[in-house]
């Protein structure tokens, strides 16, 4: 396989209807998963403790079910991923659905931030990382030796916990990437587009040259979805995205997330079930153990529509924790 070209289509400049959820094929992957049974817990408790432990052989299947959607976006297959010696995310294997928000939820230390940033290579900027396994874009293996983490980036936007923009105008927040990577369209044209997508043109198309770091929190991030945006990426990633923002802004970025699986492929980390229940389709559920060394990795428990997960889990550490028990 040619790994040095990763070919995505635009879906960006299309208005297409709402789409039905993706077909969902699900294959229980492992015996030892314990489920909601009290019945046999104690038995099922024993069976995790012989079978999760991050040193298991490597042909193990990891404690998860597989969804296979059509037309996946992205694919896990037994990934682990380490900073250093240190094990942080245990043998993920898990396929994201096109055009649908999936929420990624779980306490903190369970490898949620560490999932996405896999998936445009962000974990390729800290010198200690390393990781086993695959992650494949539309069947591209993104950790291919030909593949370039640039032009993953580009296809592959991120939006941070903290609105970071640019120090320089709303305008060249939005038109300085689209610039240096040589976009030869109307500039102008893609300013007023992505603030109208980001759902910000309306309150900031009289001052398009105040600086950028003068707008409120909830503007701010906005301004960095709609430069993300601008890019015309396939997938936007959210970590924590209103994390920092009050109600009113967080009620505003909710909706945004909404209107954007019109035209993209989203992924939220949260650590707010209520936002999940609100914004996603889908939600995987990760928690975290501690391994023989002392230190904490995070593993997907359970992965299901939203629906499920919280009314209906298969996984007693799923009902836990979506009602309230820990995390």
């Not at 299309?14 to 998963?33: A, C, G, L």
């Not at 974990?123 to 640039?150: P, T």
Request: aromatic fraction near 8%; charge should be neutral.
């Amino acid at each position: 396989m040619d790994n040095r070209h990763i070919e995505i289509k635009n879906n960006t400049g299309k208005k297409r209807e709402t789409q039905p959820k993706p077909s969902v094929e699900v294959r229980e992957n492992s015996p030892t998963q314990q489920k909601r049974n009290p019945g046999n817990l104690e038995e099922n408790k024993s069976s995790k403790n012989r079978n999760s432990h991050p040193n298991r052989e490597k042909n193990d299947q990891s404690n998860q079910s597989i969804k296979s959607f059509n037309n996946s976006v992205f694919r896990t297959e037994q990934l682990s991923v380490y900073y250093g010696d240190t094990l942080a995310l245990s043998n993920v294997n898990m396929e994201i659905p096109p055009k649908q928000v999936t929420a990624l939820i779980g306490p903190s230390g369970c490898g949620k931030s560490t999932l996405i940033r896999c998936f445009n290579r962000l974990n390729d900027l800290i010198e200690s990382f390393h990781s086993e396994g695959k992650v494949f874009f539309h069947d591209k293996n993104l950790y291919g030796r030909k593949v370039d983490a640039v032009k993953v980036r580009r296809k592959i936007g991120m939006v941070f916990q903290k609105p970071n923009p640019f120090p320089k105008s709303i305008y060249e927040n939005i038109a300085y990437g689209a610039r240096i990577n040589n976009y030869s369209g109307d500039l102008d044209e893609l300013v007023e587009n992505s603030l109208k997508k980001a759902a910000l043109w309306s309150e900031v198309k009289d001052k398009l040259k105040e600086n950028g770091l003068s707008l409120s929190g909830g503007q701010k991030q906005r301004l960095c979805i709609a430069r993300a945006v601008a890019l015309k990426p396939e997938v936007i990633l959210m970590d924590e995205p209103c994390s920092s923002l009050d109600p009113v802004s967080t009620q505003k970025v909710e909706e945004l997330i909404h209107d954007l699986k019109e035209s993209y492929t989203v992924i939220i980390v949260t650590h707010n079930m209520q936002q999940a229940t609100r914004v996603a389709d889908f939600t995987a559920f990760f928690n975290a153990e501690e391994g023989e060394s002392g230190n904490r990795f995070g593993y997907l428990v359970e992965y299901d529509n939203t629906e499920k997960i919280f009314q209906d889990p298969q996984e007693q550490a799923t009902q836990e924790y979506v009602s309230g028990r820990f995390g």
